[in-house]
């Protein structure tokens, strides 16, 4: 099971926001990875992708968005957050079936 | 560019069933799963399950697997969700999406297919 805190948060235009997400289990497999990601959600569309394997930004992802954390306990901070970054926040863990979601974390601009 | 494109919006009876489409593109289908994920109305996201387009093996999360049944059609690069004996608590937006191998995370995304279930 996977918990993420807060469950919202209201933060000014260009200060940092942390999304915590914690789970029953470890998420490190037996190659020593832990398949834990981080994805926004924002209104009206699919999630996508922002961090994999905890800590490693995808694609086009910019630098502002960072994770951390290891074995059970992660962390997503979000730097300078600007009205873009407005959404819901989800963790998922892949290393084991059932794959599972945080239950989200929705981020506002105050 | 990898492609995900969900068939449109459907609204069903209670006890209907259903079945979401998924048509992929932009790269090889049989390299990488694909995954169904849901979403009720204003609530969060719940992984349903996944096929490997490969050899058509799946696996679906408990409490679905007696309604549940995930294809593929690699001919026509398209995975298809099918959800039985549907029930209200079945209306949400569905989801699919391509999982990257080596990093177990979904990169792609189709649209969103909202179902509606409602007499």
């Known amino acids: 099971i996977m918990t993420q805190i807060p469950v919202s948060l209201s933060v000014s235009r260009g200060q940092s926001a942390s999304i915590s997400c914690k789970s029953t289990?470890?998420?490190?497999?037996?190659?020593?990875?832990?398949?834990l990601s981080w994805y926004l959600q924002r209104p009206g569309q699919p999630p996508h992708l922002l961090i994999y394997?905890?800590?490693k930004r995808f694609s086009g992802v910019p630098e502002k968005f960072s994770g951390s954390g290891s074995t059970t306990e992660f962390t997503l901070t979000i730097s300078h957050v600007e009205a873009e970054d407005v959404g819901v926040y989800y963790c998922?863990?892949?290393?084991?079936?059932?794959?599972?979601f945080g239950q989200g974390s929705k981020l506002e601009i105050k | 560019q990898v492609s995900l494109v969900q068939s449109g919006a459907e609204v069903k009876k209670p006890g209907a069933s259903i079945k979401v489409s998924c048509k992929a593109s932009?790269?090889?289908?049989?390299?990488?799963?694909i995954h169904w994920v849901r979403q009720a109305p204003g609530q969060g996201l719940e992984w349903m399950g996944l096929?490997?387009?490969?050899?058509?093996?799946?696996n679906y999360i408990q409490h679905l697997k007696d309604r549940l049944t995930m294809t593929v059609d690699t001919s026509a690069t398209t995975a298809y969700m099918e959800l039985s004996s549907l029930r209200s608590d079945d209306t949400a937006i569905y989801f699919c999406?391509?999982?990257?191998?080596?990093?177990?995370?979904?990169?792609?995304w189709g649209q969103g297919t909202l179902v509606t279930v409602s007499s």
């Open positions: 394997e905890v800590s």
């Open positions: 999406a391509r999982r990257l191998a080596q990093t177990k995370s979904f990169d792609s």
């Open positions: 998922m863990q892949t290393t084991q079936l059932p794959y599972s």
């Open positions: 289990q470890s998420l490190v497999d037996i190659n020593g990875r832990a398949y």
């Open positions: 096929i490997n387009p490969s050899h058509g093996a799946t």
């Open positions: 932009g790269y090889i289908f049989t390299n990488n799963y």
